[in-house]
T-cell receptor, first 116, second 114 residues
């Protein structure tokens, strides 16, 4: 099946720095990707919809200036957490829409971010 | 507001026991329904999905789910669980209008005792 890869799987950064997480669709082109955040013992919360070649659409309450999303190609979307703080520590998951296989969504493995 | 509720947060079963995980949703229009599984250390994988037609859908690994429109439910079932079914299970819905914005339930952690 289609594979979506995230990198890095784990990252630790200092408070105040920025960190970038990549999401790649490995064997299909994805015009639409999604970024989720998952807190411990809670559900996945949709942060934004990433559209290739255009601006991302953010969900209510998500700071677009803090969580920068770039979908520069049909196989890559990046999430940059700017000026990270400990409260940004979380599990971030991306998914990609494969429009050639019945609009199936495939999820990445997730990225653990710890801000110290 | 759109929401998905999974009432069982933790379930512990012995091997060969039957499984039923509840999922109820709240949405004003028609939806597509999904169950995903997340094995320890792995990414979310699709178990099964319902778009239309027969409300009883069969997925991988012996799982099935039944869509009951009148109850806004999409419960997941398996007649006989195995130790390898230990995982976290998420119910999700997305509107049929094509936004593909998934709304997830809080998940159910299933532990199967050998």
């Amino acid at each position: 099946g289609a594979v979506v890869s995230q990198h890095p799987s784990r990252v630790i950064c200092k408070s105040g720095t920025s960190v970038k997480i990549e999401c790649r669709s490995l064997d299909f082109q994805a015009t639409t990707m999604f970024w989720y955040r998952q807190f411990p013992k809670q559900s996945l919360m949709l942060m934004a919809t990433s559209n290739e070649g255009s601006k991302a659409t953010y969900e209510q309450g998500v700071e677009k200036d803090k969580f920068l999303i770039n979908h520069a190609s049909l196989t890559l979307s990046t999430l940059t957490v700017t000026s990270a703080h400990p409260e940004d520590s979380s599990f971030y998951i991306c998914s990609a829409l494969d429009s050639t296989s019945g609009n199936t969504i495939y999820f990445g493995e997730g990225s653990w971010l710890t801000v110290v | 507001a759109q929401s998905v509720s999974q009432h069982n947060h933790h379930v512990i079963l012995s091997e060969a026991a039957s499984l039923e995980l509840g999922c109820n949703y709240s949405y004003g229009g028609t939806v597509n329904l999904f169950w995903y599984v997340q094995y320890p250390g792995q990414h979310l994988q699709l178990l099964l999905k319902y778009f239309s037609g027969d409300p009883l859908v069969k997925g991988i690994k012996g799982f099935e789910a039944e869509f009951i429109k009148s109850k806004f439910s999409f419960n997941l079932r398996k007649p006989s669980v195995q130790w390898s079914d230990t995982a976290e299970y998420f119910c999700a819905v997305t509107p049929t209008s094509g936004t593909y914005k998934y709304i997830f339930g809080t998940g159910t952690r299933l532990k199967v005792l050998a």
